[in-house]
T-cell receptor
């Protein structure tokens, strides 16, 4: 398995509160991604990073921000969580943009 | 944007039977990937295909990259209970600076012992 961990694995929060999810990798891969997975939608890209401090938006970036201050860590922040952000969030990594992506175990987020 | 149609959405099969699922796209891809996701886990890569017409096997799994570059199929032979899970196809077009991975919505496989 690729060395990817996500924390927390489960979180329950209230609408309007800030939430930060962490993805940590030990593979020294340049690219890191955040996806959300929802029934009927499959996996959708939120944001991705192509290096330290280099990030870009994905398909469903509204309401999310990211930061990458170190190669190994990619943080996803919900500044003010909404119920529509209840989902399972997956981090993925790849050596380059064209290379295969490997996924972490996921974080299940419930926004009440 | 690009869309992937994955079918069937779900299937129930008897242990020992063969399984076939496929994905079709409205546009071409350079790469097709097949992932399996177990409950409570992230998707795990099963097979990667990089060339139109390519046929690749991984144990009891066989996948093909369609000649038109708009489709791919995955076959599982002699299914066993641990094959249960959700199978996702994903296509990637690498060109003009775009490398986005597009996922199908998954095929949920149930195996009856």
């Amino acid at each position: 398995d690729a060395g990817i961990t996500q924390s927390p694995r489960h979180k329950v929060t209230e609408t309007g509160t800030p939430v930060t999810l962490r993805c940590h990798q030990t593979e020294n891969h340049r690219y890191m991604y955040w996806y959300r997975q929802d029934p009927g939608h499959g996996l959708r890209l939120i944001h991705y990073s192509y290096g330290v401090k280099d990030t870009d938006k994905g398909e469903v970036s509204d309401g999310y921000s990211v930061s990458r201050s170190k190669t190994e860590d990619f943080l996803l922040t919900l500044e003010s969580a909404t119920s529509s952000q209840t989902s399972v969030y997956f981090c993925a990594i790849s050596e380059s943009r064209a290379e295969t992506q490997y996924f972490g175990p996921g974080t299940r987020l419930l926004v009440l | 944007g690009q869309q992937l149609n994955q079918s069937p959405q779900s299937m129930f099969i008897q242990e020992g039977e063969d399984v076939s699922m496929n994905c079709t796209s409205s546009s071409i891809f350079n790469t097709w990937l097949w992932y399996k996701q177990d409950p409570g886990e992230g998707p795990v890569l099963l097979i990667a295909l990089y060339k139109a017409g390519e046929l690749t096997s991984n144990g009891r799994l066989t996948a093909q990259f369609g000649i038109t570059r708009k489709d791919s199929f995955l076959n599982i032979s002699a299914s066993i209970p641990s094959d249960v899970g959700i199978y996702f196809c994903a296509g990637q077009y690498s060109g003009a600076g775009s490398y986005q991975l597009t996922f199908g919505k998954g095929t949920k496989l149930s195996v009856i012992p």
